[in-house]
């Protein structure tokens, strides 16, 4: 393109196939549209000092003679653009400059998108036109005449025109094997590459499955623990377990429980029994724990003490592994009923705290009233600590009521206090180590 004749192309249309040149050319054009623009808008005013007051040519030339995009030399050379220019010409200029590349780049990837759109069509045809060509040969291959004849070639020589066709038949068969060679080939290179990739990846998502496996064993209970503290623990509803009132004693049945309206608990205690079997009573509701200098039962002088769990697997079939989850969430002056001997025993909050599981010592304490002390597991899906919710019985009165443990004799001194079930790998270390 030649800059001094307006851009007007050289040697007529030359199509060069550089890159480079079309690119000089185009924004060669746009900017000889621009100044026309620009000169377009000087002539319907004085624009500072300078103005121009020769009418100028369109943008587009009609002389046919010219090049479509051609434009006079004066437009930009003859007349300099002017020193001051006011907001309207300046946004003529730039939006000139925006229509051009908005202009260009529609066209540009339009025609992009036309050739992909079309270059895919012609490999789908390709392909389609080689299967019909094979299945057209295959066919014929499969109705070839199996009749032998004699002809005269051009030599004059009489030659098999059953071994002719046969020659050529197998021309064919072997140019359609060495095509479906191929195909197959390639079709089984790209899938080994796909399958090569996968794999890779089994490895990772299989050590990422087994290591989620571990930690859903291990872990589980510190999820679905929170969520059962406010979930009903017990079987009733929460609207048929009420407070009663504590003054009155009232006779109910034989069957030994725990009340405890506030958490929804209505569950049985499993009296008498030793301390090595507290874990399996545990299993089937809580268990009345006795050591030495905290023995009582209801209605003794003394601490009565119940444990239960707070937590356990997700997968245990103990029904009553979260039953003191929702523990911590008793306070001073909430009521505990405890049914023992066919009387109610009532028993109001007084304290909660949290202990080492070795602190025995912590149940044994010094009292001239009967206590209760309900123990379990904290924090929730753990057992790291114990903790301790202790309470005094209200109802009925205790006057003249006997010292707890007073007849009891050689009760073992435990190391430490009751725990939730074992987690998973924990059952397993202890059924190899025998504990």
């Not at 006079?72 to 051009?100: E, G, L, M, R, V």
């Not at 119940?306 to 356990?312: D, F, K, Q, V």
């Amino acid at each position: 393109m030649d800059s001094d004749t307006g851009g007007q192309f050289s040697n007529g249309f030359n199509r060069s196939s550089s890159s480079d040149a079309q690119r000089r050319a185009a924004v060669d054009i746009a900017r000889q549209k621009v100044l026309a623009a620009y000169a377009s808008s000087a002539e319907k005013g004085p624009l500072g000092q300078n103005s121009y007051s020769q009418p100028r040519q369109g943008i587009y030339s009609s002389d046919a003679n010219k090049s479509a995009y051609s434009v006079p030399a004066t437009h930009y050379k003859d007349n300099p653009a002017p020193s001051q220019i006011n907001s309207d010409s300046w946004k003529t200029y730039h939006s000139a400059w925006q229509n051009y590349y908005q202009k260009y780049y529609s066209e540009y990837y339009s025609n992009a998108a036309r050739n992909y759109i079309a270059k895919e069509r012609l490999k789908a045809a390709r392909e389609q036109a080689e299967d019909e060509e094979i299945a057209s040969v295959l066919s014929n291959i499969g109705k070839s005449e199996t009749k032998s004849g004699l002809s005269l070639d051009s030599n004059g020589n009489f030659q098999n025109e059953s071994a002719s066709r046969n020659s050529a038949t197998s021309d064919d068969s072997a140019s359609i094997r060495d095509r479906l060679r191929q195909k197959i080939r390639k079709k089984a290179t790209d899938s080994a590459k796909k399958s090569r990739r996968h794999r890779r990846f089994i490895p990772i998502i299989a050590g990422v499955a087994v290591v989620l496996l571990i930690l859903f064993l291990q872990y589980n209970r510190l999820i679905f623990a929170p969520i059962m503290a406010y979930v009903s623990p017990g079987n009733a509803p929460a609207t048929e377990i009420e407070a009663l009132d504590p003054t009155i004693t009232q006779t109910v049945s034989a069957d030994p429980r725990l009340i405890i309206p506030k958490l929804n608990i209505d569950v049985p205690i499993n009296f008498n029994i030793a301390l090595s079997d507290v874990m399996s009573a545990m299993n089937h509701g809580v268990a009345h724990y006795r050591i030495s200098g905290a023995s009582a039962f209801p209605g003794e002088i003394g601490n009565f003490i119940i444990t239960g769990h707070s937590a356990g697997d997700v997968y245990s079939s103990n029904p009553y592994k979260y039953i003191f989850s929702g523990l911590e969430r008793l306070e001073e002056g909430d009521l505990i009923y405890v049914n023992y001997n066919s009387v109610r025993y009532t028993y109001k909050v007084t304290g909660k705290q949290v202990i080492e599981p070795t602190n025995v010592g912590a149940l044994v304490v010094q009292t001239d009233r009967p206590l209760i002390t309900l123990v379990t597991c904290t924090p929730l899906g753990s057992s790291r600590y114990r903790l301790l919710v202790t309470g005094e019985q209200i109802s009925p009165s205790y006057e003249g009521a006997p010292t707890g443990g007073s007849e009891t004799v050689n009760i073992d001194e435990p190391e430490e206090l009751p725990s939730n079930e074992p987690s998973f790998f924990e059952g397993i270390w202890n059924w190899l180590t025998g504990h």
